[in-house]
């Protein structure tokens, strides 16, 4: 079992930025966040959710839904069982809840949420001037 808990969510003015984390733990002591392929996901009211981004559960390799990219980045720390966010140039349109999902597979496991098993709680983003 995984626990996924979104952290950073603000209130932001257009063109500003904000860094989400996603910290992970499990059932035992020794959990780390190897071979976990990692998505962020957003949703907007009365919107689906959508997929961001995603990274390798081993390598470095991200990738970005078009909507997103040039603008976010995705980093992850095994060290600190940490996922981030980094998000630059935030417009209205980025306002959601932002959640971060993991599934134990060697890859990425892409932006479809089917493919993810353990899921965070979310954290609010919203864009406003």
């Known amino acids: 079992q995984v626990r996924l808990v979104e952290s950073g969510g603000d209130l932001v003015q257009p063109g500003g930025s904000l860094r989400l984390s996603c910290a992970a733990s499990?059932?035992?002591?020794?959990?780390?966040?190897?071979?976990?392929?990692i998505g962020w996901f957003r949703q907007a009211p009365g919107k689906e959710r959508e997929g961001v981004s995603c990274i390798h559960s081993v390598e470095d390799s991200t990738y970005y839904a078009d909507s997103v990219k040039g603008r976010f980045t995705m980093s992850r720390d095994n060290a600190k069982n940490t996922v981030y966010l980094q998000m630059n140039s935030l417009q209205p349109e980025d306002t959601a809840v932002y959640y971060c999902a993991a599934t134990l597979f060697y890859g990425t496991a892409g932006l479809s949420a089917t493919e993810y098993d353990y899921w965070g709680q979310g954290t609010q983003v919203t864009v406003s001037s």
């Open positions: 499990g059932a035992t002591s020794g959990f780390t966040l190897d071979y976990y392929a």
